[in-house]
């Protein structure tokens, strides 16, 4: 079994869902909190959703070496994964896992090669589309931009350690915790 595990999917599959799910069954698991440049959406609280920071904070966390990895996402904004509270997980004994897009993934391929990679996939392209555009948090050109990177996330399926297609909430948090091996 691995240590931690990278989740990488589409924006609008649905990952935020399952791991809610996922965390609620199995509290062994330690969800990463990333550092974002994105300012917050309606409800977003900071330090639970995400570390909201300025480009300057930012910058600072990345020179004193305090990231895993980070990444410009959509073209737009920087996230990245916090080292130390990921650090502090492991120490306690918990399961890190770490949310990330494709680039920041392939980063920690390099730098922590013993994490599992996993993969979160739509059910088709068409369902993807509909679930992004009935979260309704972006604009039509944001939403464009989204899928954009999805095709080129679905492209890259195949370097990962295993694929959860996310069809229904309940089926995939079961299939995630069992490639976690933390089923049953
Ligand atoms: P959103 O703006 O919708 O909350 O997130 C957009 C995307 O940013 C997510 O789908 C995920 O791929 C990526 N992301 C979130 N946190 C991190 C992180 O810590 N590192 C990297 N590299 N990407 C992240």
């Known amino acids: 079994m691995s240590d931690i595990f990278v ?5 609008g599959v649905g990952k935020g869902t399952v791991l809610r799910e996922l965390l609620e069954r199995e509290p062994r698991c330690w969800l990463s909190v990333s550092a974002t440049t994105r300012p917050p959406r309606p409800g977003e609280a900071d330090g639970a959703d995400y570390f909201f920071v300025t480009p300057e904070g930012f910058d600072d966390l990345v020179r004193e070496g305090g990231m895993l990895e980070w990444a410009l996402v959509h073209g737009a904004n920087r996230y990245g994964t916090p080292k130390e509270p990921v650090l502090r997980a492991l120490d306690e004994g918990r399961v890190p896992i770490l949310e990330v897009d494709l680039d920041g993934a392939r980063q920690i391929r390099r730098s922590l090669p013993e994490a599992a990679q996993i993969f979160m996939a739509p059910p088709s392209w ?28 679905l492209a890259a399926v195949g370097e990962f350690d295993a694929v959860v297609v996310n069809d229904s909430v309940s089926r995939a948090t079961d299939e995630l915790l069992h490639i976690m091996g933390l089923a049953g």
């Open 126 to 153: 068409q369902e993807l589309e509909r679930r992004l555009a009935e979260r309704g948090t972006e604009s039509g050109q944001e939403r464009e931009r989204r899928l954009e990177t999805a095709r080129r996330e």
């Open 7 to 11: 989740i990488v999917g589409p924006s």
